[in-house]
C-alpha cells in the first residue's frame, strides 16, 4: 500500500572528496575481482549521514588511539624485542597477539586513502618499520614462538595461531599498498607468504609441512595478495590450505573446522570466526576459479546458517563454551555469544557471496548486521568495545568482568575485535554497491556518491538519505553514458513490506514495482540530473521467530527498517525489565530523539509490568494454578536501536519481550 | 478430593537385614549428629523396591567395576609411581585424579557395610594399602604434584586440588572406619590432617600458609573427621577454611567461591559444585557450634537457589562455561550444565539443612533430585555414566563428544560423576529417615525398616511401597515403647496436591490432616502392628515456570509424583521432537510398563506435529504473518521418567514442551 511520499532529504553535501596520500584512484577492497563474480565492487565517497558518522568517529578516535593501546598491551613491546631494539620478556597472553597490530595497520592504512593524516601516517611508518625489522630473514614472523618458544615453528598449528597471524599481516600489506601505494609492508608480506609456500604443501610436494592453521585467515590473505601482485603460487597455496581442511590435520575437531571437508558439509560449525573466514576463503577460491563445488558448499552453508543459526541482530555464534554455533534454532538470549569478531566475518563473507553470485539476500544479511551485530560491538564514542553481544542482560545480573563481560570494556585481554572494528569501518565504503556491464547495484542506502564506469564511460549517482531514520533515498544521477542505456538496481530490503518509487513522473508501489529477487531494477538511458526517489516504508514491525526458536517463544522483538530495538532499564525507572510484558494489540509509535544517544529514533509501545505471584521457595507450580488473572500496571515501553545500547548506566537489556 | 485407596502394596520382604563385614551396628553417616541439629540421621534398611533395585544395580555391576577403571585410567598407577613400586609418568588430564580413587573407597566401605563381598573387600584392601604407602612421611600425598611439579606444595591452591584430594582421602577414611572398624585408613587421613593443620592457620598462627583450596571439600571432610575421632582440632580448621573464602586470597573470582564471605552472601554464585560443597561445611559448622549467622547464610542462600536457580530436575548449574550458577531465572534447557556431581552436592548440603532446621522443604529438593537431576547420571544398567544432565537435546544436535556429551559415556577425561554417584547410592540409606526425643521422620518414601530408639528403647516401623508408581504407601510399627506415646512423622511431598491416610480406624484427607509446614505428624501410643496407610495423589501434573524463566515460557512439564518425565525422539517415529505441541485442555493418561526401561510408568499426552511454513532463508517474519491457522496432525506422545532417558538410541529429548 502505498503512502504520501514524506520530506525528501536534499542531495549529499557537494565538498569535493577526501583522497589519501599517495592514493592515486579509487581504492579497491579485494574480493570480487575474480574471472567468476556476477558483480565488481564499487568504492563509494560517503558523505554526511548515518554511517559517515560512525566511520568519522572511528578515524578520529577509535583509529588514532590504537598505537597507545598496543603500547599499553605490549604488542608493539614484542615486535621490538624480536627486532633486538628492546629488551624484555613477551607480554600478552595469547599467541596471536602480533595479529593486534596487522589488523590496526590494515584499518590505518584504509583510513588513509581516505582522509589525509600527517600523525596516523607516521604511526604507520613507524609500525611498518618495526614490523620489517622483526621479520626473520628467511621471512618468518611472530613474536609469542620467536620469543616464548625458543624459536620453535609450526609444531603446535592446533593453538599457534602462526599462519593465522601471517594472514593478517598479508591483508595489512595489501590495504597498505593499495591504499598508500608504497611496498615497504607489502615486500615484508610476500617474504613471509614464500617463506609459508617454501613450508607447506600436500605429501609429495617436497614441502615439509603438510598442515593447516587452527584458525583460518591466510587463506583470503593469500587470495588477496594473489590479487595484488598476480603471483598464482599464492592462490595456489590459499586452495591447498581451503582443502585441507576436515581431514584430521588438527585432530579432527569442529572447533578448528577439520570435522569434515567443506566440500561435504552439510552446516555451519564449531568456531564461528573460524568457520566464517574460511567460508570466505572457499568463496574467494570460487570467485578466481569458477570451482563449482565451493561455490555450491558456500551457498548451501550459508543458507543453513540463516535459516537456523542467525540471531536476529545477524549475531552469530550460540556458545561461550568455544566460541561455537549451537545446533539448529539453538539461540539463546543472555548467552547468545554473537562475537563481535563473527559479525564482520559473517558480513566479509556475506559481501563475496553477493559479488560472486549476484544476488541480493547477502546484502540483506550484511545490512542487518552492520546496523546491529556488528555495530553494536563499538560504543558511541567509539572508546569502548564489546567482545559478546547479548539479546538480553537479565535484571539481578552478575558481571563477570573480563572479556565476555556485557559492560563495555576499553581493552581486552584477548583484543581481537577492536582492531577488526576499526579495520571494517574503515574499509565499509568497499561494501556498499557494485557494478557490472549493465548498470549499478545499490546494496546499502548510504548518503555519498556512487561512480563507476560502463565500459569505460564514467557513470555517477549520488545518493542522499536519512537513513535509517527514514526511509526516502533521493539518488541523482551524476554521469552516465549519453549513447546507452544501463540498469539502476536498487535493493528492495528483506524486511520491507510496503515502498514506492518515483523515477521522472512515474510511480510504482510493491504491487507494480519491477523487483526481482530483492532487486527493484530500473533499466532506461539516464542522464545526468534525472532523479529517484525510493521511499522504504518505515513502520515498526513486532517481529516472532520461527517455533524452533525455543528461546523467544511467546516474544516478539520490535524491528523499524534495518534496525532491531531493545528496552534498557535506565529509561524504565521504578524496575527491572524481566517481568515487562508488550501489548501487540495497540501499534508501536515513533519518536525521533535527537537528544538521545546521538540522535536516535526511539519506538514507543504499551506494555505492562506483570504482576508476580509469591512463589514461595519453589518457581514452578501446576498449569492450573498459573492461570490466575493478572493484575497489570500498565506501562510505556521505550525502545532504543540495539546499536547504541550498553552506552549509560548498567542494568539489564532485553531484545525480545514477552507478549503475556 | 480424597480418591478410594488403591491396592496397598504388600510389607517388605522379612529377610533379615544384610550386614557388612566388621561393622558392629547400623551405620551412622556423620552430618547431623551436631549439637545443634534439630534431627538425628537414621540409616534405614533398604528391601525391595525402587531405590533398592538402583542400589543393587551400583552394588553389582558400578562399584566392583571402579578399580578396572581406575586402573586404565591410571590413577592407581600414580600411586603406584609414588610408592615406590611402579615406575612411569604421571596419567591423567588433571590434579585431581586422586580424588577419584578416594570417592570410590569411600562408595566401597559403603557398600560393605551393607553386604558381605570378599572380592570388594579385598580390593578396598589393596587400594587402602597403596594409598597408604604412597603417603609421604609427613602426611602429604598428591600424586600430580609429586610426579609432576616435583614435590612442590601448595602453591597453586587456586587450581591444584591438593587439600580437595586430602578431603576426599579424609570422607573415605572416615566411611572405612565407620563401615569395617579398620582404622588403616583412617590413620592415614589423620596424618594428611595433622599435616594440613600444621601447615595452613590465620595470620599470626605461626602456620606458613593462609591459605584456602580453589575447590571446597576438605571442609565437611574434617568436620567429619572431627566426629569420628572427637580431634576439636579438625572442627576449628574446617572453621577457619570455609570462613577464609571471599577475602581474595584465591584472586576474588566468584567461580572459587572467593568474590564475597559466605556470611555476608545474598545468592548462590560461580561453580556450582565448589558454592554448594562450601554450604555443606557452613551448614556442618551450624551444626556442631551453634553459630546462627553461617545457619542463616545456608538458609538464604538455599532459599534463593530455589526460588531462582534449580532446574525443575533439581539440576543445578546453569553454564557450561566455568560450570558455574548463571543469573536467577537462567535456566536454559539445551545448555543446562545440572552436572551429576551438583546433584550429589545439593543432596547431601540439604540433607544438613533438613537435620539442622527440622524442615521439610530440604527433603522435598532431595526427593526431587534423588529422582531426577541426580538418576539421570547413571545409565540403568549402571555402567554409563551422564556428567551433564541437560533438559534438552535438539533435533539435529551434534554431539561434541567427550565429557560433556548428551551421550552416556563409559568413564570421562575428568571422571568426578561416576565414583560419586557410587558414593551416594551406597550410602543413600542415610538420607532417607530421621529421629528427635519425639519420634520419628520419614523424609523419603522407600520400602525397608526403619529403625532407631527413642531415649533408649527401640523403635521400628517399616515401609512397603511401589513408589514412586504408585502412592499407596503402607507402614507397620514394629517396635514401640509400650509406656509413652510418640509423633510418627510423614513428609507430603511439595508437589502433592491431595492425598488421604487411615490410621487405624480414621481416615484424614488433605482438608482435615494434621500437616504442618510439610510434615503430616501423627502423634499417639504405638503398638506393634499398627498401621498406617498413606496415599499420595498422583495425577500426572502439567507443570509452569516462573513467568521470568525465559527458558520455558509457553511451555509446560509433565510430573507425576516425584518424576520429572521427558519425550524421547525413539518413541515417536516419524520424525524429530521439535515441532511437537502438547495439548493441555486434555488430561494425560497413565500407563504403566513393566517391559519398558526396567519397567517405568508411562505419561500419554494428547498433542501434534506444527506445521511449520517454509521459512525461505531468514526464521523470523512479522507477526501478523505468524498468526495464520496451522493445520495439526494429531500424534499420541508417550512421556517417560527423565531419570531413564538416554538409555536406548541416540536421539533428541525435551522436558518440557511447547503448548502453542
Redesign the interface.
Known amino acids: 500500500m502505498p503512502r504520501p511520499p514524506s520530506t525528501v532529504p536534499p542531495p549529499p553535501s557537494s565538498a569535493s572528496p577526501e583522497r589519501g596520500h599517495g592514493s592515486t584512484g579509487p581504492v579497491r577492497l579485494g574480493p570480487g575481482t575474480g574471472a567468476h563474480a556476477a558483480l565488481t565492487p564499487l568504492a563509494v565517497e560517503l558523505r554526511d549521514g548515518f554511517w559517515n558518522t560512525r566511520r568519522q568517529v572511528n578515524a578520529r578516535t577509535s583509529v588514532p588511539q590504537g598505537p597507545g593501546l598496543l603500547e599499553s598491551a605490549g604488542n608493539l613491546h614484542n615486535l621490538r624485542v624480536v627486532a633486538g631494539t628492546a629488551e624484555g620478556e613477551f607480554k600478552g597472553a595469547y599467541p596471536f597477539v602480533d595479529s593486534d597490530v596487522y589488523k590496526w595497520l590494515e584499518a590505518a592504512s584504509w583510513q588513509l586513502a581516505q582522509q589525509e593524516d600527517e600523525a596516523l601516517a607516521a604511526d604507520v611508518d613507524r609500525i611498518v618499520a618495526l614490523v620489517a625489522a622483526a621479520q626473520q630473514s628467511d621471512g618468518y614472523l611472530n613474536t609469542w614462538f620467536q620469543l616464548l618458544k625458543g624459536g620453535e615453528r609450526y609444531k603446535d598449528l592446533r593453538w599457534g595461531h602462526e599462519l593465522y597471524c601471517a594472514g593478517h599481516l598479508i591483508q595489512a600489506a595489501v590495504a597498505h599498498h593499495r591504499a598508500t601505494g608504497r611496498s615497504e609492508l607489502l615486500d615484508v608480506a610476500r617474504r613471509f607468504a614464500d617463506h609459508v609456500d617454501s613450508v607447506f604443501g600436500p605429501p609429495g610436494s617436497g614441502k615439509p609441512v603438510d598442515g593447516i592453521d587452527g584458525h583460518p585467515e591466510i587463506e583470503t590473505a593469500l587470495v588477496e595478495l594473489y590479487r595484488e601482485t598476480g603471483e598464482h603460487r599464492y592462490l595456489d597455496l590459499a586452495g591447498y590450505f581451503v582443502d585441507r581442511f576436515g581431514h584430521g590435520l588438527l585432530g579432527g575437531e ?1 572447533y578448528c573446522q577439520d570435522r569434515v571437508p567443506l566440500r561435504e558439509a552439510t ?1 555451519v ?1 564449531g568456531h564461528a570466526v573460524r568457520q566464517l573466514y574460511l567460508l570466505a576463503a572457499a568463496t574467494d577460491l570460487a570467485t578466481e576459479t569458477g570451482d563449482g563445488e565451493l561455490r555450491a558448499a558456500a551457498e548451501r552453508l550459508w ?1 543453513a546458517m ?3 543459526k ?1 540471531h ?1 541482530t545477524g549475531g552469530l555464534g550460540a ?3 568455544e566460541e561455537d554455533f ?5 539461540l ?4 547468545a555469544y554473537c562475537e563481535t569478531c563473527a559479525a564482520i566475518a559473517s558480513i566479509q563473507w556475506s559481501w563475496r557471496m553477493a559479488l560472486l553470485t549476484g544476488e541480493a ?1 547477502y546484502s ?1 544479511l550484511i545490512e542487518r548486521t552492520l546496523y546491529n551485530g556488528f555495530l553494536s560491538g563499538v560504543s558511541l564514542d567509539g572508546e569502548r568495545w564489546l567482545y559478546v553481544n547479548p539479546l ?1 542482560v ?5 558481571d ?1 568482568g573480563g572479556d ?1 563481560s556485557a559492560r563495555r570494556t576499553r581493552w581486552f585481554r584477548c583484543a581481537c575485535c577492536p582492531p577488526n572494528v576499526m579495520r571494517l569501518m574503515a574499509s565499509l565504503q568497499h561494501y556498499l554497491a557494485s557494478a557490472d556491464a549493465g548498470g549499478l547495484q545499490i546494496h546499502q542506502y548510504v548518503s555519498g556518491r556512487y561512480a563507476g564506469d560502463l565500459a569505460g564511460t564514467p557513470v555517477a549517482v549520488t545518493v542522499g538519505t536519512d537513513y535509517p531514520w527514514q526511509g526516502a533515498i533521493a539518488l541523482t544521477v551524476e554521469e552516465s553514458p549519453a549513447d546507452r542505456p544501463w540498469t539502476l538496481s536498487l535493493r528492495v530490503p ?1 524486511w520491507c ?1 510496503d515502498f514506492r518509487i518515483q523515477v521522472g513522473e512515474t510511480v510504482y508501489d510493491r504491487s507494480d514495482a519491477p523487483v526481482t529477487d530483492g532487486w527493484l531494477r530500473l533499466e532506461r538511458s539516464w542522464a545526468p540530473g534525472d532523479r529517484v526517489v525510493l521511499e522504504l516504508g518505515m513502520e515498526p ?11 523467544v ?5 520490535i524491528e523499524r527498517g534495518p534496525l532491531v530495538y531493545c528496552l534498557e532499564q535506565v529509561d524504565h525507572p521504578g524496575g527491572g525489565l ?2 515487562m510484558v508488550i501489548d ?1 494489540t495497540r501499534p508501536p509509535a515513533v519518536k525521533h530523539r535527537p537528544d538521545l544517544l546521538g540522535g536516535v529514533t526511539t519506538v514507543v509501545a504499551a506494555g505492562h509490568r ?1 504482576h ?1 505471584p509469591e ?9 492450573e494454578g ?1 492461570e490466575a488473572p493478572e493484575p497489570a500496571e500498565p506501562l510505556e515501553l521505550t525502545a532504543i536501536p540495539y546499536y547504541a545500547w550498553a552506552n549509560r548506566r548498567d542494568g539489564s537489556m532485553r531484545v525480545w519481550l ?1 507478549t503475556s
Not at 332 to 335: F, Y
Not at 394 to 398: L, M, Q
Not at 553 to 557: D, E, L, M, S, W
Open positions: 569442529a552446516d560449525e543458507a540463516t535459516a537456523a542467525t536476529v556458545h561461550h563454551d549451537g545446533d539448529p534454532y539453538e539463546p538470549n543472555e548467552r539476500r540483506d538480553q537479565r535484571d539481578g545480573h552478575t563477570p565476555q528483506q513490506r514491525r513486532l517481529t516472532t521467530a520461527d517455533p524452533r526458536v525455543d528461546a517463544r511467546g516474544c516478539v522483538a524481566d517481568d501487540t506483570r508476580i512463589a514461595g521457595w519453589w518457581p514452578y507450580r501446576t498449569a498459573a514477552p
